[in-house]
């Protein structure tokens, strides 16, 4: 609603009333911050070598050493296509946690118009590798010690595919740029891309409007 506060429209009034009708009735939820690990499935992460060489992570020459527990990220990413009637922009939504926390979430519509479903998707990766990449940087600078690559979790086979095989290719020139950005990324072992069902994909709470059952069965998983 932020977007429209200077030119509010039809139906955007019976929005907020919508918003907080569900504040009013969860006036006692609570972000849940556990520090145990989730159960990720562990995956053997491909040879990117032909393609992209000896590519690894940046990590800060000046970080000071790493103590005590390592941490393990998660995130989900995913966007909703053309969701602006007004511009047809699609909205990228992405949920980063530490552990079984949830550490940030980032709703927020795209710069550029997507022909296409794979595109917006693409481009919502792309985003959230940005945001994963800072935030380990960040984590590094304050001595924390992360393991192995952060779970990746998104609902569009294509895009995991094309994220996690080497062998993929690309077909549209258009998305080229998301497209490598995020691959180099996998080769670097920054994040691992892993195919999670839109039904659990947590961050459809951020992309689009949801019924109250599949809203509460969703922010059930990180809220109480």
Not at 15 to 31: M, N, P, T
Not at 128 to 148: F, S, Y
Not at 198 to 203: A, G, P, Q, S
Request: one cysteine or more; hydrophobic letters at 35%; a positive charge.
């Amino acid at each position: 609603m932020a977007a429209f506060a200077a030119s509010p429209r039809k139906g955007h009034l019976e929005a907020v009333y919508h918003i907080f009708a569900y504040l009013k009735q969860h006036d006692r939820s609570r972000l849940v911050f556990d520090a145990s690990r989730p159960n990720n499935v562990e995956q053997s992460l491909p040879d990117w070598t032909d393609f992209y060489k000896d590519v690894k992570e940046q990590i800060p020459k000046d970080a000071p050493e790493p103590l005590g527990e390592s941490v393990e990220m998660m995130a989900y990413i995913d966007s909703d296509h053309a969701v602006d009637k007004v511009t047809r922009r699609s909205r990228t939504g992405v949920l980063i946690f530490l552990n079984r926390s949830p550490i940030l979430w980032y709703s927020k519509k795209q710069s550029s118009i997507k022909m296409s479903s794979f595109g917006s998707k693409f481009s919502a990766m792309k985003t959230g590798t940005e945001l994963i990449e800072g935030l380990r940087c960040k984590l590094r600078m304050m001595g924390v010690p992360i393991d192995g690559p952060c779970h990746v979790k998104a609902d569009n086979l294509s895009v995991v595919r094309n994220s996690s095989q080497p062998k993929s290719t690309l077909k549209k020139k258009s998305n080229s740029i998301a497209f490598h950005c995020v691959r180099e990324h996998a080769a670097a072992r920054i994040i691992s891309v892993q195919y999670e069902p839109t039904d659990t994909n947590l961050t459809d709470m951020l992309t689009q409007i949801q019924s109250g059952s599949k809203r509460l069965q969703l922010a059930g998983r990180i809220l109480f």
